[in-house]
């Protein structure tokens, strides 16, 4: 039961599907749950549904709804959507199956139909929530440092604001390469935080983010020569101190939006020193086109290949409830978290699989314990119903069989031929 509009109308609903969204831009106080047309759903070949269990909030969100960044900054016709918040999500598919993914909007909401090629398997050592906190993070920083920065071993790397998701992400890219990381923060306790995750950096990798110094400190430290690439979410004069950071052949990798959409000056002097300036959209791979759908799918495998081999792991996160929206953009606008902002979407959950009692057999009994072994590392309960068409012999077996494999409560009912799954996320 949530307290979402339908028809204009606001007051408590009781749906399967709804979304967040803000009804006044500037106005974090009118973010209300809305109710989803995907009750409506039909499944295209490229999309299905999938229950969200968690969905982080991430800069693009907060800046949209704070009215901080304008629609047109948005690729693609994202702005024509009525909903524009919601990137990334963690939850089950209607199999049961665990998943992570990114969509190009709406994701902060109960379901999402998302496309299985923007998906991954959460690893069995995962909790959806550690598993929420992958995506857009690690998706951005190895589009950026891998894919458009062509970041190699032994190379310097400066990443600004290196405590938040894709901040920790890049560190972790950048140190599996043999890079030398310097990286900037807002805070004391951040500083402290990022030394005791990352061994490797010490006082001199750090320089502040609150102001322009680290532009002293990194020319200081890499004896005024620069590094070689730059992961840049600063704005304006950050932005034009850290352009003078950069090496002799630099990149530097803009993954902020709001001078990108004020057109801001950068001098084209900077270009005399053979430097790449590239803009970093990740949301603008959902594009549909043939570039943009092939560089999407690279993401993806590098993800995967990071969760293969140890590379990728979860960050730490800050867990707001589903009705605690306003307080968790609030938060993460102060700039004061370390890592990732997270809604709780699937508090308590209701669904139902449909199963052919018919059938009965060894192989059906050894699927019902299968679901219920994936429900208890939720905390699930799984009630297995039999209806009274089947015969008592065959219920009687069936019965003997769960019993072999499963620890499930089984009982007898009229007409009702389904197994009720209960649980928490």
């Given at each position: 039961?949530?307290?979402?509009?339908?028809?204009?109308?606001?007051?408590?609903?009781?749906?399967?599907?709804?979304?967040?969204?803000?009804?006044?831009?500037?106005?974090?106080?009118?973010?209300?749950?809305?109710?989803?047309?995907?009750?409506?759903?039909?499944?295209?070949?490229?999309?299905?549904?999938?229950?969200?269990?968690?969905?982080?909030?991430?800069?693009?969100?907060?800046?949209?709804?704070?009215?901080?960044?304008?629609?047109?900054?948005?690729?693609?016709?994202?702005?024509?959507?009525?909903?524009?918040?919601?990137?990334?999500?963690?939850?089950?598919?209607?199999?049961?199956?665990?998943?992570?993914?990114?969509?190009?909007?709406?994701?902060?909401?109960?379901?999402?139909?998302?496309?299985?090629?923007?998906?991954?398997?959460?690893?069995?050592?995962?909790?959806?929530?550690?598993?929420?906190?992958?995506?857009?993070?690690?998706?951005?920083?190895?589009?950026?440092?891998?894919?458009?920065?062509?970041?190699?071993?032994?190379?310097?790397?400066?990443?600004?604001?290196?405590?938040g998701g894709v901040g920790q992400a890049a560190i972790v890219i950048a140190l599996s390469l043999g890079c030398e990381v310097f990286t900037s923060v807002?805070?004391?306790?951040?500083?402290?935080?990022?030394?005791?995750?990352?061994?490797?950096?010490?006082?001199?990798?750090?320089?502040?983010?609150?102001?322009?110094?680290?532009?002293?400190?990194?020319?200081?430290?890499?004896?005024?020569?620069?590094?070689?690439?730059?992961?840049?979410?600063?704005?304006?004069?950050?932005?034009?101190?850290?352009?003078?950071?950069?090496?002799?052949?630099?990149?530097?990798?803009?993954?902020?939006?709001?001078?990108?959409?004020?057109?801001t000056p950068l001098g084209m002097a900077i270009f005399l020193k053979n430097i790449s300036f590239y803009g970093i959209l990740l949301d603008a791979l959902?594009?549909?086109?043939?570039?943009?759908?092939?560089?999407?799918?690279?993401?993806?495998?590098?993800?995967?290949?990071?969760?293969?081999?140890?590379?990728?792991?979860?960050?730490?996160?800050?867990?707001?409830?589903?009705?605690?929206?306003?307080?968790?953009?609030?938060?993460?606008?102060?700039?004061?978290?370390?890592?990732?902002?997270?809604?709780?979407?699937?508090?308590?959950?209701?669904?139902?699989?449909?199963?052919?009692?018919?059938?009965?057999?060894?192989?059906?009994?050894?699927?019902?314990?299968?679901?219920?072994?994936?429900?208890?590392?939720?905390?699930?309960?799984?009630?297995?119903?039999?209806?009274?068409?089947?015969?008592?012999?065959?219920?009687?077996?069936?019965?003997?069989?769960?019993?072999?494999?499963?620890?499930?409560?089984?009982?007898?009912?009229?007409?009702?031929?389904?197994?009720?799954?209960?649980?928490?996320?």
């Amino acid at each position: 039961m949530l307290n979402c509009l339908r028809n204009a109308d606001h007051g408590k609903v009781e749906t399967k599907h709804a979304y967040l969204n803000i009804l006044t831009r500037g106005d974090l106080s009118t973010l209300v749950w809305v109710d989803s047309p995907l009750k409506y759903f039909k499944q295209p070949a490229d999309s299905i549904l999938c229950q969200v269990y968690y969905a982080p909030l991430n800069f693009r969100d907060v800046m949209l709804a704070s009215g901080k960044l304008p629609l047109d900054a948005l690729p693609g016709d994202l702005a024509l959507q009525d909903c524009i918040l919601g990137l990334e999500f963690s939850g089950r598919l209607e199999n049961g199956q665990r998943v992570m993914g990114l969509v190009p909007a709406r994701g902060l909401a109960t379901t999402v139909a998302a496309n299985p090629n923007f998906m991954w398997d959460v690893p069995d050592d995962w909790s959806l929530e550690e598993a929420s906190t992958v995506p857009v993070a690690y998706s951005t920083a190895y589009y950026a440092l891998i894919m458009r920065g062509h970041l190699r071993k032994g190379e310097r790397v400066l990443i600004h604001s290196g405590s938040g998701g894709v901040g920790q992400a890049a560190i972790v890219i950048a140190l599996s390469l043999g890079c030398e990381v310097f990286t900037s923060v807002g805070s004391t306790e951040k500083r402290e935080f990022l030394k005791k995750r990352f061994n490797e950096l010490q006082d001199r990798n750090f320089c502040n983010s609150r102001d322009t110094s680290f532009e002293q400190h990194i020319l200081n430290a890499t004896n005024g020569e620069g590094v070689d690439v730059i992961l840049n979410s600063l704005a304006e004069e950050k932005l034009k101190a850290t352009l003078n950071c950069l090496a002799q052949h630099g990149r530097f990798l803009e993954i902020g939006k709001y001078d990108l959409s004020n057109n801001t000056p950068l001098g084209m002097a900077i270009f005399l020193k053979n430097i790449s300036f590239y803009g970093i959209l990740l949301d603008a791979l959902f594009d549909y086109k043939s570039y943009s759908l092939q560089a999407m799918k690279e993401v993806v495998q590098l993800v995967r290949d990071g969760i293969a081999n140890g590379t990728v792991k979860p960050l730490n996160s800050f867990l707001y409830d589903s009705d605690q929206a306003e307080q968790a953009f609030r938060f993460m606008a102060s700039g004061k978290h370390i890592g990732k902002v997270i809604l709780k979407i699937a508090i308590l959950v209701c669904s139902r699989l449909a199963l052919q009692v018919c059938k009965l057999s060894e192989n059906l009994s050894r699927q019902v314990c299968k679901c219920e072994t994936s429900l208890q590392q939720v905390n699930a309960s799984l009630e297995v119903t039999i209806g009274r068409t089947c015969s008592k012999p065959a219920a009687s077996l069936h019965c003997k069989l769960i019993a072999n494999y499963s620890k499930s409560r089984v009982r007898t009912q009229p007409r009702i031929e389904l197994a009720t799954y209960l649980f928490e996320s």
